[in-house]
């Protein structure tokens, strides 16, 4: 069974990251589509004004699903004082739609809505990369490919990377994998950069069909340590103050990584960082 990985890994200086797991959904005779919410910091989600429950969300089991067309989701941080994100979707019949946020001061504030869209050409490879602000520039693999919205066709069925840059906003980099005989469509959110230099974010994605839509999270093993615990941090850095410990041998779902560091969603709900030199990722 081949799965859809998308992995959305967004971030603002000392902010933490989003570690996302998508899978794109084909399953014949299902006339309903899935959606995938993920956040930082939770948050509860509506759409068309329903309340659908808080993130992380996957709606994606075959009774589960969501019926076809357009909606409005919304999605509403419940700590701090952050504005709510709200914006268009569509669902698809048999695939998944994910939304990511990333809550911020402001403008700081970015995510992404991603999505596949089958192509009439079975053979075909495509992606579609729009952005807010427009007119970002992307590159592909190190080469200047033009600026938002961009549409890349026939791309080798291999890894490659883009980098979306524009001034005054932090950089992405995204990783991505596209399946034959789809369009990826990534809408991207870019947050203002406040201290002026950009912050590369990278944002792994790989798609490819799947027979099931069971969803996949990765995992962290706690490894033995000098003191017999792990201290959870509040951000990725030795520095930053001590929010829980961990003990040898406990396993927790990956929110999010970084260089050297792993975002694990903790028993009581709690986000934190942890050393990847004393954890095992499954």
């Known amino acids: 069974m081949k799965k859809a990985i998308l992995i959305v890994v967004p971030s603002f200086g000392f902010a933490a990251l989003i570690f996302l797991l998508v899978q794109s959904i084909l399953l014949k005779g299902n006339d309903k589509g899935a959606l995938q919410v993920t956040s930082t910091p939770l948050s509860k989600v509506y759409l068309n004004g329903k309340y659908l429950g808080q993130t992380p969300l996957c709606k994606c089991t075959s009774n589960d699903m969501v019926g076809t067309g357009d909606y409005t989701i919304k999605v509403i941080p419940q700590t701090g004082n952050f504005t709510e994100f709200q914006e268009k979707i569509t669902i698809s019949k048999s695939i998944l ?26 053979d075909q490879r495509q992606l579609l990369v729009t952005s807010i602000p427009g007119n970002v520039e992307v590159l592909l693999d190190s080469n200047s490919a033009g600026f938002t919205p961009l549409l890349v066709r026939d791309l080798t069925d291999s890894d490659h990377e883009l980098m979306l840059r524009k001034s005054g906003y932090s950089d992405k980099k995204v990783r ?68 829980g410990q961990v003990l040898p041998g406990e396993s927790y779902d990956i929110a999010s990584e970084s260089d050297g560091w792993y975002q694990i969603t903790l028993k009581s709900g709690k986000l934190g960082w942890v050393s990847s030199q004393y954890v095992k990722k499954q």
């Open 97 to 122: 739609t994910v939304v990511d946020r990333k809550f911020g001061v402001g403008a700081a504030s970015e995510g992404s809505i991603i999505t596949l869209i089958p192509l009439k050409e079975g």
């Open 176 to 243: 991505i994998k596209t399946p034959t005989g789809y369009k990826l469509v990534a809408s991207v959110y870019l947050g203002i950069d406040d201290e002026g230099a950009p912050s590369p974010t990278p944002t792994i994605i790989v798609a490819s069909p799947s027979a099931t839509p069971t969803p996949v999270v990765s995992k962290v093993i706690i490894l033995q340590t000098p003191t017999g615990f792990l201290r959870v941090r509040s951000n990725n850095s030795v520095s930053s103050s001590e929010v």
